[in-house]
């Protein structure tokens, strides 16, 4: 049996189910659409907890291009090409993109319009961190930064601002 919890956002009342298992997973933030979880290179219980909530999720894999590490299965995270597969048979978006991608944060606003959304990187710390500090940063929300590497979240919010500078868009 699934536990609830009460979250409150923009003094609307939204149930969120507890975090689906794997390596590093948290909340990032919940809104009327969907829920923003991070964490690490889910498993294979993750993506089977996240098809059991019924609702439509985007997989956003920042393991692009992905190195030896990404690829090793490790602890039994899925190789992208594994979570592709899976992702493709329960019927999950399935995106591959570098955290540097100057498009990133639109790509999340629009996953998390369509439902739910898991970003992670191998551990869920430093291109997710680099990741989630660049969404805060375009969207102006204030994010949960537990489990989160300092630098990378500064490193990232630091490159978000420098492309948001109309001087530094040509």
């Known amino acids: 049996m699934k536990r609830w919890w009460l979250i409150w956002l923009l003094g609307i009342g939204l149930a969120v189910a507890d975090a689906p298992p794997g ?18 290179a889910p498993r294979q219980d993750t993506l089977q907890a996240l098809h059991r909530t019924g609702h439509k999720v985007t997989l956003i894999d920042l393991r692009h291009p992905a ?24 019927g999950f978006r399935y995106v591959s993109i570098s955290a540097l991608d100057k498009n990133l944060p639109v790509v999340m606003d629009q996953a998390l319009s369509r439902g739910d959304v898991y970003i992670h990187c191998m551990y869920g710390a430093n291109r997710t961190g680099f990741a989630v500090g660049r969404y805060a940063t375009a969207d102006k929300v204030d994010v949960p930064r537990d489990g989160l590497g300092t630098r990378d979240w500064n490193e ?12 530094d868009r040509q």
């Open 67 to 90: 190195n030896t590490d990404d690829k090793s299965g490790k602890e039994g995270r899925l190789s992208p090409q594994d979570e592709a597969r899976l992702s493709r048979q329960l």
């Open 23 to 40: 390596y590093n997973v948290h909340p990032v933030v919940q809104r009327a659409d969907g829920t923003l979880w991070r964490g690490g």
């Open 156 to 167: 990232g919010t630091d490159f978000q601002q420098r492309l948001e500078r109309p001087q």
